[in-house]
């Protein structure tokens, strides 16, 4: 018999549903049927693991995947990744992707009018420490248009993907930046039911955070789902 | 206890996912064949509602190893770890919504209680348009232990459980291919999971 420690259901009111019509792509691409609740078993309470190093080198300063620096204001953008309890979750895979300083990202089927920037990719990448910590230097992004709705600007963000330590616990999320005017009309911001959880995705400036002369200190942490104290023998 | 912050909501992964997250190695699981067990092709199309395919999803699987051994601290079974072989993929879906792994069939791995679980790989889908990544499961068709797998005879609509098992496609250099569709919305819309 295989002892089951599940990790909590997602709580109500912190996700979003897809289907969200404000944000126009779910239309043709939400499921109609509602999900198969299914137990945990052991493949959904295990996942990847990366101590071992296989996700290749951290790549944590997107200021310098060029030959000079990127235009835009310097940022450091640093957390942890925590689970529901506060507990942080180390050794885990932290990906990050994000427009450049004109809201333009570096991928063909982006053909807003802002311009490239050779010095600028956009992708980070990093494993976390044992006190679940990662930290990564870039730039802001900036804001852009997309064509959800007449003349719709998306809120600035960073993109997020976490692993924890399970396939359950993995998510992919954006992070925003706190006093945004565009946060109010974004949709997919939006999306997240509670006010509390929205809040969740706004990282905090942080004055000890940033470095005199140098760059702008933004914190975000990550909470995943936490799990339970006990086993489930059945 | 009791859980004191709120989780991270979802958001989605958008149309430029493939900054941050094209990694094509990670779609071979094998270690360029060395991993032990039959080598497969799992492949499929990624589809909405009007049958369109997504030329920008990301599907990733996670799998036992061909003993039915997860490489994770949580699976304390007696059975041989392949240090070949570590269960995570990942494929960006092409220009025609192909997404495609070469991996090996994975072993049956213990249910909850006292139950065997049927040869299945997990799946999770994130896209622009999904807010909320999706889980489903893919299971193999004529596997002997289909019937008895709970998660799978769980499901009573053959139509629905139908939408889990992928329909062998032959062999190609060596490898069995397999077939699976994940359809988002819709006619033949896929079985997902909530856990």
Partial sequence: MTEIREYNAERTGSQPSNDWPAYTSTIKRHPQREPVALRQTLTEITGPTFTSGWAGPDL???????????????????????????????????????ANAAGRYCHPNDQHAAPLDPNF????????????????????????????????????????????P???????????FPGDPLLEF????????????????????????????????YRFDVVLRGRHATPAGL | MSAKLIPTGTQTAG????????????????????AKGDKIVLEGRVIDGDG??????????WQANAAGKYEHPD????????????????????????????????GAVPGRGNTLQAPHIAVSIAA?????????????????????DPVLSSIDDPALQKTLVAESKGKANGAAVWHFDIVLQGKGETVFFDF
């Fill in chain 2, 128 to 148: 622009r348009g999904l807010l909320h990544h999706l889980f489903t499961r893919v299971y193999f068709a004529g596997d002997s232990l289909n019937p008895s």
């Fill in chain 1, 166 to 176: 399970a396939f359950a616990t993995r998510i992919i999320t954006q992070m925003y």
């Fill in chain 1, 186 to 217: 974004d949709p997919i911001y939006n999306s997240v039911p509670d006010e509390a959880a929205r809040k969740r995705l706004i990282s905090r400036y942080d004055p000890n955070l940033s470095e005199a002369e140098w760059a702008l200190g």
């Fill in chain 2, 75 to 106: 699976d304390v079974q007696d059975k041989p770890l392949d240090p070949h072989f570590r269960g995570f993929g990942r494929s960006c879906t092409d220009k025609d919504g192909i997404y495609r792994f070469t991996t090996v069939k994975p």
């Fill in chain 1, 121 to 164: 990719t956009g992708r980070g990448q990093m494993v976390t420490n044992a006190k679940g910590e990662y930290r990564f230097l870039s730039i802001i992004p900036g804001a852009y248009p997309w064509r959800n709705t007449f003349n719709a600007w998306r809120a600035q963000h960073v993109h997020f993907s976490v692993f924890g």
């Fill in chain 1, 60 to 98: 944590v300063d997107l200021t310098k995947q060029h030959k000079g620096e990127p235009l835009g204001e310097r940022m450091i953008l640093a957390g942890r990744v925590l689970d529901e309890d506060g507990r942080p979750v180390p050794n885990t895979l932290v990906e990050i992707w994000q």
């Fill in chain 2, 15 to 34: 149309p430029y996912l493939h900054i941050g997250l094209t990694r094509p190695e990670w779609a071979d699981l094998t270690d360029a064949g060395k």
């Fill in chain 2, 52 to 61: 369109t395919p997504l030329p920008d999803a990301i599907v990733e699987i």
